[in-house]
């Protein structure tokens, strides 16, 4: 008997865990993009925040996904740490529909449920209704999961060593210790309440003991985000920090709740038929309580978070470590997604770092800023950007990937090796005014004036790129326009220069600085041109053109 239900015990945790991935996985494939997009925009207000959180999570029925995907938010610096209270406080919110799910006792339609999502993965030719086929696979297998759990557990209730043990859940710290350390084992705050739930099914545990145990479920989901802050900046880190706060200042509080009034009596007296339910109600109430509770203190929040991780300077994590602390939350949604975002946010600062030197190397050529030393410090930190973001990209393409997210990376590529070489040709025209200052050379006023054409055009073309890696709209037309317009503005400001030089108003050595500076002017722009391009493919091509870029 007691292998039996050992076996039994393990076949139901096995499918309950693999329904929740599949669940997970599909929802990557479908709606990991949209996601995405979702938590960035909508947070800036803390009830739409909370909304935004729950709903999602509802969804994906997993709050550790949608922390994991806020901190890498944050960490690329898409979401700002307040935003970020917000979406923790709803997906704290949110992963309670779980427990309300398998409350609701749906378990007789479990088999027809996933009978129809199998029919869907197999028969049906369109990948996306596949993905939808999968999620609903996935419920139905997870709910089977649940079923068996619950009956090996029917025979446990006799077990006199057993019931020894769940009574012992009765004192606060153990049950805590218990419920944490176990969710953090299986890094799923759904499947150790299913399991809790599937005790309380079985009737080998009380509430009176559950709550204990089901309130440090609430702080061991935790470690996904600690797992997933690992590598990350400061402002992740805290993300994390605030997240174990909001479920340690709830424990505290229902714990002392529980122990000083009959809480857990009148949650039982709800439904004190189906434990299963108190169980689910009043992980409800834990969550939505804290929440309402906490949601004035928001802001306080963040600074107790930055003082208790204060600012503190950082050292560049390899392709290695950051991919390692990626995969460290690899089960749940959002990793394609989060190394995206990531990468993103890199890309941005690469590019800005770019545009600061486009600026200040005309403005050396032009006599408006001294010394070379800050402009060749940032080249240097250019060429390590194009090294490191091209093997973490590489590292991400092993992943299984949506034809969408293999053109968004294809497409990285592209961005940061233009960015590289912009900032190549901005080197060089700060290596121009150089020797221009060495040798006290100059330029005639027209060439002067000329310059500043270029300088003031370029730095339009560096404001639209700037622009797209925040995420506004890739104005292409502009850019397409730009880069003609340099184009057409080197050949006629080298004719002007030949007719310059026939009437002796420039000297030999300036007219070959010169020149070559329209060079390097001239190839900026089609680098501005291919960034614009790649900005564009990643933000508008439909999915049949991201598909047969994926083949390609």
């Known amino acids: 008997m007691g292998i039996e239900v050992i076996l039994s015990l393990l076949g139901g945790l096995a499918l309950f865990m693999y329904g929740m991935q599949m669940m997970s996985n599909n929802l990557e494939a479908v709606a990991g993009n949209r996601m995405k997009q979702i938590l960035e925009r909508l947070t800036a207000n803390r009830f739409l925040g909370v909304l935004v ?17 806020t901190v890498g938010f944050v960490n690329s610096g ?35 449920i996933a009978f129809v999502g199998v029919m869907l993965l197999i028969f049906v030719k369109s990948k996306k209704v596949q993905h939808v086929g999968g999620i609903v696979a996935g419920i139905g297998v997870l709910f089977i999961g649940m079923g068996m759990m619950s009956d090996a557990m029917v025979p446990l209730r006799d077990n006199e060593a057993f019931i020894h043990l769940m009574t012992k859940f009765s004192n606060p710290v153990i049950g805590i210790l218990a419920g944490a350390v176990f969710t953090a084992i299986i890094q799923s705050s759904s499947a150790s309440v299913g399991i809790l739930q599937a005790l309380a099914m079985g009737g080998v545990i009380g509430l009176h003991s559950a709550v204990f145990v089901l309130f440090g479920q609430n702080i061991g989901t935790c470690i996904t985000a600690l797992l997933a802050s690992v590598g990350t900046n400061r402002n992740a880190k805290r993300t994390t920090m605030i997240h ?21 009596d009148w949650m039982i007296a709800l439904t004190p038929d189906n434990p299963v339910a108190q169980i689910a109600n009043v992980h409800t109430v834990f969550n939505l309580t804290t929440t309402l509770l906490l949601l004035p203190f928001g802001s306080l929040l963040v600074k107790l978070a930055v003082k208790l991780l204060p600012d503190r300077e950082t050292q560049v994590m390899d392709a290695d470590q950051w991919f390692e602390g990626l995969m460290a939350s690899k089960h749940v949604l959002g990793v394609s997604t989060l190394a995206i975002a990531q990468i993103s946010g890199e890309i941005r600062q690469m590019l800005e770092t770019a545009a600061h030197n486009v600026g200040d190397s005309f403005q050396a050529v032009e006599g408006r800023q001294s010394g070379i030393e800050e402009i060749e410090a940032r080249e240097d930190e250019l060429d390590l950007w194009n090294v490191r973001l091209s093997q973490k990209i590489s590292k991400v393409l092993v992943l299984d990937q949506t034809p ?7 497409n990285m590529f592209s961005i940061i090796g233009n960015i590289e070489r912009i900032g190549d040709h901005a080197m060089n025209l700060a290596e121009y005014a150089q020797t221009i200052k060495e040798k006290n050379l100059g330029f005639s006023d027209t060439a002067r004036d000329e310059i500043k ?21 890739i104005d292409l037309a502009r850019a397409e326009e730009l880069e003609q317009t340099m184009d057409d503005t080197t050949v006629q400001f080298r004719q002007n220069q030949i007719a310059r030089m026939r ?21 900026i722009g089609d680098h501005v041109l291919n960034i614009a391009q790649a900005f564009a493919a990643i933000e508008g091509a439909p999915v049949e053109e991201t598909a047969a870029a994926a083949q390609a």
């Not at 959180?53 to 995907?69: D, K, N, P, W, Y």
């Not at 479920?247 to 505290?252: C, L």
């Not at 969408?404 to 294809?410: P, Q, V």
């Open 503 to 523: 009437v002796g108003h420039c000297n030999v050595e300036s007219s070959i600085l010169y020149s070559e500076m329209l060079t390097d002017y001239e190839r």
């Open 453 to 473: 054409t270029m300088e003031g055009i370029c730095g339009e073309a560096m404001d639209i790129l700037l622009a797209a890696s925040r995420g506004e709209h």
């Open 244 to 264: 174990l706060m909001f479920n340690v200042i709830g424990t505290v509080l229902f714990v002392s709740l529980c122990l000083v009034t009959p809480f857990t």
């Open 53 to 69: 959180g729950a709903g999602i999570t509802a969804l994906i029925q997993s709050s550790s996904a949608t922390t994991v995907m």
């Open 78 to 112: 898409l979401m700002t740490l307040k935003q970020a209270v917000w979406i923790i406080m709803g997906a704290n919110v949110g992963t309670t529909i779980t427990g309300q799910l398998i409350a609701l006792d749906i378990g007789a339609l479990a088999p027809l």
């Open 404 to 410: 969408r997210d293999i053109l968004t990376l294809n």
